[in-house]
């Protein structure tokens, strides 16, 4: 059948499909569909930077025109990975230059980017448009302004959450003044001023800007201005939101953005004033996005501007939104899809504010189409839990994180096994799941049992034994990334599914009861896994194989040994029972 059609057609079917798994799929069918699946594959995702060799995807797929890319694990965003682990896309950068003149767009993630990076991807790709960096690091405003300067096609740059050195503000004026096709700008990380007479430039002679999202710098009274220039946008970060403004100033604000009658997206709102607050409300209506996941806006005011947002679909806010303001939510946003509730003050132990369970039992019977939730509160209860599950079986994404560890039920003391066993039996299509509070090896079963749809699991502070980590292990079918921390998980569990884990992306676990004779025999045992051993204590050879390890990180890996590790790093294969950096 396969040689039965000619390639052309082939090559235009696998254009329509998206997908990176099926993509995979089609290119196992036979010799023939592998051969034109690599030669028309144009985007490339490798989830973990180690896991193949940047020379293999360049033989691989040889006319790529996108590519994204993941470094440190995901529990690098809590500080749980150590300074200089790696994640460096030097490698990748260099072997993309030389193979791929034609590459148009490079996202990465949790990714050691340097200046001379930068300057390479400026040099070498001569149609390049997207650079996205996410929670990135090490460079600086120089290495932009190389990108600025010689990207003449650029359409998106997005720094979202990247540790940037500010060297100057001046860098957006290395842009040249015949570059007009940016489409997408996120700054909102940096630090220090940016130029605003160069950024008003920019924005003014880019007429298909529809994404800005500016950084704290840039004053309110400013904004109007720039929002002038670009009345087409679609997403607005504001910069600060608070200053003395005069009533023109406050009524060229409320012109500037009932102007923009395209804006579904809002987001920053540093040091908000309550008072301007209303220069948004007619924007409001067609809201789709809000992040207000920085401003400190009290309940009652946050009520009255969610209360008008009929058509939101995704709400990022602090607590100070409360029980009361998440029930405003669920009268007014029947069409929410996502909430993230983040804690305004994390490591009080007092409550400075009043967000209960309750508050999440509302928006869960309140808003039909709700799917994601990453909750951060102070109590939770079984009935609580039981009931959002009742209610919202769509869920795919619930991510729970009571502050205090090991906090129970608050109303029985009990363990919130059976509040989390209702979340996994009910949820059918649950994909990511975040655990904690008190709980036992029970709730363990009741995952391996029902989360068969499961990809991503985080848990820290839970379990009672081995047996939790095997239930897991052997009962959830599609798990691909598991992070474990502070529990008491060990050996057993581990060498008894080691086979699970070359099905897996990765494994992290920290400050469990993982010894380091048993890493060694997974390393033994498992070679097509990397078994990477962090301890800065020292080499685990000076204390006895029975003695726990600091943190392990386990990944499936095409590549073999990485040989960018830091001296706290050891990796054991099959080769040698301890593999030094």
């Known amino acids: 059948m396969a040689y039965s059609i000619p390639e052309e057609v082939l090559e235009h079917v696998f254009s329509f499909i998206g997908s990176d798994r099926d993509r995979n799929a089609v290119s196992l069918v036979c010799k023939s569909w592998y051969e034109i699946e690599r030669w028309c594959r144009r985007r490339v995702f ?118 940037v050195e500010d060297m100057s503000g001046h860098w957006l004026s290395h842009f040249p003044d015949s570059y007009t096709s940016l489409v997408s700008l996120n700054i909102s990380c940096l630090g220090s001023e940016v130029s605003f007479s160069a950024l008003e430039r920019l924005v003014g002679r880019c007429p298909n800007l529809r994404s800005l999202r500016l950084n704290r710098t840039v004053p309110l009274d400013r904004l109007a201005n720039l929002l002038r ?95 009361s303001g998440l029930e405003a939510l669920a009268v007014s946003c029947k069409d929410l899809r ?24 509302s928006v869960s019977e309140g808003c039909p189409k709700l799917q994601s939730v990453l909750y951060f509160c102070r109590q939770m209860s079984n009935a609580a839990l039981v009931t959002i599950a009742r209610n919202r079986p769509n869920m795919t994404r619930f991510r729970l994180c009571i502050i205090e560890p090991r906090s129970p039920d608050y109303l029985t003391r009990e363990p919130l096994d059976t509040g989390f066993g209702a979340i996994v039996q009910q949820c059918k299509d649950l994909q990511r799941l975040s655990l904690s509070g008190l709980l036992t090896d029970r709730v363990f079963e009741y995952i391996g049992t029902y989360a068969k749809k499961l990809e991503m699991l985080s848990l820290a502070f839970a379990g009672d034994s081995d047996l939790g ?59 097509r896994l990397n078994v990477e051993v962090m301890d800065e204590r020292g080499h685990p050879d000076s204390r006895p194989e029975s003695c726990p390890v600091e943190k392990l990180y386990v990944y499936r890996t095409v590549a073999g040994p990485r040989f960018d590790m830091p001296d706290f790093v050891w990796t054991m294969d099959e080769d040698s029972a301890l593999r030094p950096s």
């Not at 070498?124 to 003449?152: D, H, M, P, W």
């Not at 309940?299 to 969610?306: D, G, Q, R, V």
């Not at 509730?341 to 490591?347: G, I, L, R, Y």
């Not at 699970?500 to 070679?527: I, Y």
């Open 46 to 163: 490798v989830g973990n930077c180690y896991a193949v060799s940047p020379a293999a995807v360049v033989r691989r797929f040889p006319k790529v025109r996108s590519i994204e890319l993941k470094g440190k694990p995901h529990f690098a965003d809590f500080n749980l990975v150590p300074e200089g682990w790696g994640g460096y896309v030097s490698p990748w950068i260099a072997a993309m230059a030389c193979a791929y003149p034609w590459l148009e767009e490079i996202r990465l993630k949790r990714m050691v980017v340097t200046d001379d990076c930068l300057e390479l991807i400026a040099k070498s790709f001569k149609n390049f448009k997207v650079l996205v960096l996410s929670f990135c690091e090490g460079f600086s405003t120089g290495g932009l302004a190389a990108v600025a300067a010689n990207c003449r096609n650029l359409r998106e740059l997005d720094l979202r959450e990247s540790e």
């Open 229 to 323: 220039r670009a009345p087409q946008l679609a997403e607005l970060g504001t910069g600060v939101y608070s200053a003395e403004l005069r009533s023109d100033d406050f009524s060229n604000l409320v012109g500037a953005l009932a102007g923009c009658r395209d804006l579904r997206s809002l987001s920053g709102f540093w040091d908000v004033v309550p008072a301007y607050l209303p220069a948004v409300y007619p924007l409001c209506p067609g809201l789709t996005s809000l992040n207000l996941s920085y401003a400190t806006i009290q309940s009652s005011e946050l009520a009255k501007l969610i209360s008008q947002c009929h058509s939101l679909q995704r709400l990022l806010v602090l607590d100070y939104i409360e029980d």
């Open 338 to 361: 996502e909430l993230r509730v983040f804690p305004s003050e994390p490591f009080n132990r007092e409550a400075n504010v009043s967000l209960t369970e309750q508050g999440l039992v």
């Open 469 to 527: 980590l095997h239930h897991v292990l052997s009962g959830c079918d599609s798990l691909r990334k598991l992070e474990i921390r502070d529990c008491p998980f060990g050996d057993k569990a581990l060498l008894a599914n080691a086979a699970k884990l070359e099905t897996m992306r990765s494994l992290w676990m920290s400050s469990c009861s993982v010894s380091f004779g048993a890493c060694k025999l997974l390393g033994q045992k498992m070679p």
